[in-house]
């Protein structure tokens, strides 16, 4: 059973910083890109930050130069670490590990709350 399992999230007030885990477990094999997603309430998924297998990163424009995408290959496990946090970050994030090549997979973790609010 493949699980991923997000932690980090919280209350942090405007221009604080936070850091995202996802831990996977199970067998999670062949993955092509590690993402993070956030969903606010009425609003569209969006895809925040990307790191492929060969550690290619890609951001959001909204949170370029503010978030950070990493992973830990050896514990399936990958990173945000956001900093200079503002409101408009207030969102649920969400870890995806996705498989393209040889067969489209998703992986998808529960979700973790963010709120920045003074």
Do not use: H
Not at 38 to 52: D, N
Not at 103 to 113: L, M, V
């Amino acid at each position: 059973q493949v699980q991923l399992v997000e932690s980090g999230g919280g209350l942090v007030q405007p221009g604080g910083s936070l850091r995202l885990s996802c831990a996977a477990s199970g067998n999670i094999l062949r993955i092509d890109v590690m993402n993070w997603f956030r969903q606010a309430p009425g609003k569209q998924r969006e895809l925040v930050a990307s790191i492929s297998s060969s550690g290619s990163r890609s951001y959001a424009d909204s949170v370029k130069g503010r978030f950070t995408i990493s992973r830990e290959d050896a514990q399936n496990t990958i990173y945000l670490q956001m900093n200079s946090l503002k409101p408009e970050d207030t969102s649920v994030y969400y870890c995806n590990f996705r498989r393209v090549v040889g067969g489209f997979r998703d992986y998808w973790g529960q979700g973790t709350q963010v709120t920045v609010s003074s």
